[in-house]
């Protein structure tokens, strides 16, 4: 077993596509005071009494809609993401996929590696842009792993929403999808939205413009575009403009065919898949649009790999962070 191993980092997936295994997911998810910053004493009551005997018949059904003979495609994605970063870094470097709620989770992984004799950890979660509801997550999951394994070494790597090899490989998945199925009229670059309140505290809304118009700026001539926010649940305010209501508004200004484009999202999931590609796709449809179609996420692609690798050379190469604050951009722990 080599001494450095490379823990690639997702949110997660239920193990299957039902309600038991959704409820056990969302048990997790939905606890952490990341996702859900109410007081515990409000929030846990509710969430124990009132959502999780109910959600999750919902969601199991949207996960069967997409579950492919594979398993849940984000976990598919990860392993093959994994397994492409392990051929492009070779035999020195151990490499392997884990997830901040549902199995395999990051503490279980590092602590089987450590057991076979890792000792340097490079945690490279998979969120482009910072946000406390998952790179903070991030922190507070690898905090935990120092302190089960306290000689191990381990950085963490920031956010990475300017990175010119993050912004190429973008660019290089929209020309190849433009390439085979031509343009749309326009052009949504969709992300994952957070609560107002959050966002008057955090620069996730900035970077999000950011990495957006730096992707745009990549093409000579680019259709269109609008920035916009998805995956808002709760009544309260969100970071707008709303890709669900633009899904509705386009087709009264005349736009036909969209193409949507999600910069956020490392790999395709529930919520691209689902969410806009089924969901969306109704949406888009009723409001008398012609066509919608899903630009897939980086996924596998080989830009993506190289991005990583090269996210994972540089931590090598540079000094050890550990006992600092794991990504240099947030707090180590959650706030109770």
């Not at 109910?54 to 809609?65: L, S």
């Not at 670059?189 to 992707?215: D, K, M, N, V, W």
């Not at 898949?273 to 692609?301: F, I, S, Y």
Request: proline share 7%.
């Amino acid at each position: 077993m080599p001494d450095t191993a490379v823990l690639l980092i997702n949110s997660g997936t239920p193990e299957a596509p039902t309600p038991a295994a959704v409820r056990r997911f969302l048990s997790q998810f939905l606890a952490d005071p990341r996702i859900v910053d109410l007081p515990r004493w409000l929030w846990l009551p509710i969430l124990h009494l009132a959502v999780l005997p109910r959600r999750p018949q919902r969601v199991a059904r949207h996960y069967a809609e997409i579950w492919g003979a594979d398993g849940s495609p984000l976990r598919a994605i990860s392993q093959r993401q994994a397994r492409a970063l392990q051929t492009q870094l070779g035999a020195g470097t151990a490499v392997r996929c884990a997830f901040l709620y549902g199995p395999p989770q990051l503490e279980q992984v590092g602590e089987e590696l450590y057991a076979a004799g890792c000792r340097r950890f490079i945690v490279v979660g998979l969120f482009p842009q910072l946000c406390t509801a998952t790179s903070c997550a991030v922190c507070d999951r690898v905090a935990r792993l120092a302190e089960r394994l306290p000689e191990a070494d381990i950085t963490q790597l920031g956010a990475y929403a300017q990175h010119e090899s993050y912004l190429d490989a973008l660019a290089a998945g929209l020309e190849d999808f433009w390439r085979t199925q031509g343009r749309g009229d326009h052009l949504l670059l969709s992300f994952h939205g957070i609560p107002e309140h959050r966002a008057r505290t955090e620069s996730y809304a900035e970077q999000c413009r950011a990495s957006a118009e730096a992707l745009v700026a990549r093409f000579d001539a680019p259709p269109p575009w609008t920035l916009c926010f998805q995956s808002r649940y709760g009544m309260a305010p969100w970071l707008r403009p709303y890709t669900e209501k633009l899904l509705t508004e386009l087709p009264q200004r005349g736009v036909g065919r969209v193409d949507v484009c999600c910069p956020g999202f490392s790999a395709d999931c529930l919520e691209t898949l689902h969410e806009l590609g089924v969901v969306g796709q109704q949406q888009w449809r009723k409001a008398g649009g012609e066509v919608l179609r899903l630009v897939p996420c980086l996924n596998d692609t080989p830009q993506h790999i190289e991005l990583l690798a090269r996210l994972v050379d540089d931590a090598i190469s540079s000094t050890s962070s550990s006992g600092g604050d794991f990504c240099g951009d947030c707090p180590r722990t959650a706030t109770a």
